[in-house]
């Protein structure tokens, strides 16, 4: 898979899957009374997380470099997330929620936050790159 625009979007569409899956049985497990918030509290910020990186990921489809930001901060919110949170448990273990499918959701999560950030990172920056060599040639 090639590093563009085309990349990212199914990078971000297959992330947006596994981390629904994972909040999912975060719910389950009771994670958000864990940090003293409500069910219908923390699925409204839930909610707002994922309209945010549904846009990115609109955005991104699009060629925008704001798409391409959102997605970079989006994936850098879920790899420390899923790293602080959750990798004491993937590593050590051996009674994590449902056992190895809750533990490959965390490995996944981690994967593709960074995956995330690496893409958008390249492209933000090949964008940056373009519009400096644009502006060259509009001046010559």
């Not at 955005?59 to 989006?74: D, E, F």
Request: aromatic share 10%; charged share 15%.
């Amino acid at each position: 898979m090639g590093g563009g625009p085309a990349a990212l979007v199914t990078v971000a569409l297959t992330s947006f899957l596994v981390t629904l899956l994972h909040s999912v049985e975060d719910f389950v497990s009771g994670v958000p009374a864990r940090f003293g918030v409500g069910v219908l509290t923390g699925g409204f910020v839930l909610g707002v997380g994922y309209a945010f990186h549904a846009l990115g990921i609109l955005l991104a489809s699009r060629g925008r470099s704001s798409g391409y930001l959102i997605n970079l901060l989006v994936g850098l919110g879920w790899f420390f997330g899923a790293v602080l949170d959750h990798l004491p448990d993937v590593l050590f273990s051996s009674s994590y929620r449902a056992g190895a499918p809750s533990k490959l959701l965390e490995v996944l999560i981690m994967l593709f936050g960074i995956t995330l950030v690496a893409l958008s990172s390249r492209l933000l920056m090949d964008h940056r790159h373009s519009r400096r060599e644009a502006g060259k040639r509009s001046v010559a």
